[in-house]
């Protein structure tokens, strides 16, 4: 049995909560998010190891690295950890035993978030399913 496995990562900033309950599913199976992908945020890497109950939460970013850092911070004094992250959206993990707060409480400080990230990941996304759809085109 292979202990990494490779999956498509086609979610988008609209497409978080989605993500995350997929994020937890994978984990209850023993699949653990270890990284996306940076360049297009296109794979997940998974380790298999044994079968977890995580809570994930995603929010979209787009700041300099020391807003990045503080806003890492916070969630890691609120106890959440930084699983991964993709251009434009961070991926938060925690124990799901934990009664944590959510990281996001405030409806327009997620919309912002989500509208902020749409531009890094969802815009690059797009473009490469428009180049791909494109040579498909002309291949065949």
Not at 101 to 129: C, F, H, N
């Amino acid at each position: 049995m292979r202990r990494f496995v490779r999956r498509i990562w086609l979610f988008g900033s609209l497409d978080y909560s989605a993500a995350e309950r997929y994020l937890e599913r994978m984990a209850a199976k023993g699949y653990i998010l270890k990284e996306i992908e940076q360049n297009f945020g296109l794979f997940a890497f998974f380790e298999k190891l044994q079968p977890q109950r995580l809570r994930y939460s995603i929010d979209g970013f787009k700041g300099n690295r020391e807003e990045k850092d503080a806003y890492i911070q916070f969630a890691k004094d609120l106890e959440w950890d930084t699983a991964a992250e993709t251009p434009g959206q961070i991926v938060f993990v925690s124990d799901a035993r934990r009664d944590l707060p959510p990281i996001q409480t405030d409806w327009r400080v997620e919309y912002q978030q989500i509208r902020k990230g749409l531009w890094k990941k969802d815009l690059s996304l797009g473009l490469t399913a428009l180049i791909f759809i494109w040579l498909m085109i002309k291949i065949g």
